[in-house]
């Protein structure tokens, strides 16, 4: 009769996704093939190593600030963005979570990672990213709830659309007073923009220099509107640099789902009705074209 250990090793070994295991004397005992696919490294060479030791050499920039276990149980199921060095040399972006295991009576017999690599990222329109892993990490944590939402709506949830964002001045910002300024105005903003959120609504960074809302405004007029609203706040944002205020303004784009399309062309709306906006000097809320509302609105100034 099968051993049940090769039974769970080869249930482990058919997952697509990256599996480590470790036992509470923290050595690494499981390593699992997608694990090796993802990461180049066989399991030959890591079974055995303090697992702290194995993926602080495997992930970029080491893995103690994600991996321990004051956080090991109440990480999200969507994980952290990592980046893993895989063994040709290149890195991998790749979602990864820790594990805590426990038998029967709820004593640790060991603790897990699963991960899998980041292709989902770009299913779905985004804005510029240089990379940087804060933006990226905000992306994966808006795109989560984005999924959420649209599969809630199209069961027959509440009305679902979205605000694609971007800050006007932020281009000629960073290109004249560098990446520093225009993150420290993209913070000032992001707050100033969740002082007008409803109860129920995300922002998160899309970009390099966007954001999206997501929202359950009813119609598409609705949620124009807010969209109004929310530029109006921005223009609000008391961002100084040097000791110079820098007056702000955005350009929006609205779109309100619609149940017979998909959540990237929801996407794709809101994205061309933001660029409309920006065509249309700034400072502007487009809403993308629907049965009920087309063409675009003038903010007041």
Same mark, same amino acid.
């Given at each position: 009769?099968?051993?049940?250990?090769?039974?769970?090793?080869?249930?482990?070994?058919?997952?697509?996704?990256?599996?480590?295991?470790?036992?509470? %004397?923290?050595?690494?005992?499981?390593?699992?093939?997608?694990?090796?696919?993802?990461?180049?490294?066989?399991?030959?060479?890591?079974?055995?190593?303090?697992?702290?030791?194995?993926?602080?050499?495997?992930?970029?920039?080491?893995?103690?600030?994600?991996?321990?276990?004051?956080?090991?149980?109440?990480?999200?199921?969507?994980?952290?963005?990592?980046?893993?060095?895989?063994?040709?040399?290149?890195?991998?972006?790749?979602?990864?979570?820790?594990?805590?295991?426990?038998?029967?009576?709820?004593?640790?017999?060991?603790?897990?990672?699963?991960?899998?690599?980041?292709?989902?990222?770009?299913?779905?329109?985004?804005?510029?990213?240089?990379?940087?892993?804060?933006?990226?990490?905000?992306?994966?944590?808006?795109?989560?709830?984005?999924?959420?939402?649209?599969?809630?709506?199209?069961?027959?949830?509440?009305?679902?659309?979205?605000?694609?964002?971007?800050?006007?001045?932020?281009?000629?910002?960073?290109?004249?007073?560098?990446?520093?300024?225009? %993150?420290?105005?993209?913070?000032?903003?992001?707050?100033?923009?969740?002082?007008?959120?409803?109860?129920?609504?995300?922002?998160?960074?899309?970009?390099?220099?966007?954001?999206?809302?997501?929202?359950?405004?009813?119609?598409?007029?609705?949620?124009?509107?807010?969209?109004?609203?929310?530029?109006?706040?921005?223009?609000?944002?008391?961002?100084?640099?040097?000791?110079?205020?820098?007056?702000?303004?955005?350009?929006?784009?609205?779109?309100?789902?619609?149940?017979?399309?998909?959540?990237?062309?929801?996407?794709?709306?809101?994205?061309?009705?933001?660029?409309?906006?920006?065509?249309?000097?700034?400072?502007?809320?487009?809403?993308?074209?629907?049965?009920?509302?087309?063409?675009?609105?003038?903010?007041?100034?």
């Amino acid at each position: 009769m099968t051993d049940r250990i090769e039974l769970l090793e080869a249930a482990l070994d058919s997952l697509p996704e990256g599996i480590a295991l470790a036992g509470v %004397e923290g050595k690494l005992a499981f390593w699992n093939r997608a694990a090796e696919e993802i990461t180049g490294h066989t399991n030959s060479g890591l079974i055995g190593l303090p697992v702290r030791d194995a993926l602080d050499t495997l992930v970029v920039g080491g893995a103690s600030h994600w991996i321990n276990q004051t956080e090991a149980e109440s990480t999200p199921g969507r994980g952290s963005l990592i980046h893993v060095h895989h063994r040709l040399g290149h890195e991998v972006p790749a979602m990864a979570r820790v594990l805590m295991l426990r038998d029967g009576l709820g004593n640790r017999i060991g603790t897990g990672v699963a991960f899998h690599p980041t292709e989902t990222l770009d299913a779905l329109p985004h804005g510029q990213s240089g990379g940087d892993i804060g933006v990226e990490e905000s992306q994966l944590e808006v795109e989560a709830r984005l999924e959420t939402e649209f599969e809630d709506f199209k069961q027959g949830g509440a009305p679902f659309g979205v605000l694609w964002i971007t800050v006007d001045q932020s281009h000629d910002l960073r290109k004249t007073h560098g990446a520093r300024a225009c %993150e420290a105005m993209l913070e000032i903003v992001e707050r100033t923009l969740s002082n007008g959120l409803r109860p129920t609504e995300k922002i998160g960074r899309w970009g390099d220099d966007e954001f999206l809302v997501v929202s359950h405004e009813r119609t598409p007029e609705m949620l124009t509107a807010h969209g109004q609203v929310l530029a109006g706040l921005a223009r609000t944002a008391d961002f100084r640099w040097w000791g110079d205020r820098v007056s702000l303004t955005v350009s929006i784009g609205a779109a309100q789902a619609d149940p017979a399309e998909t959540l990237a062309k929801l996407l794709e709306s809101a994205q061309s009705a933001m660029i409309s906006s920006i065509r249309a000097g700034g400072n502007h809320i487009t809403s993308a074209p629907t049965s009920a509302l087309g063409g675009h609105a003038c903010l007041p100034s």
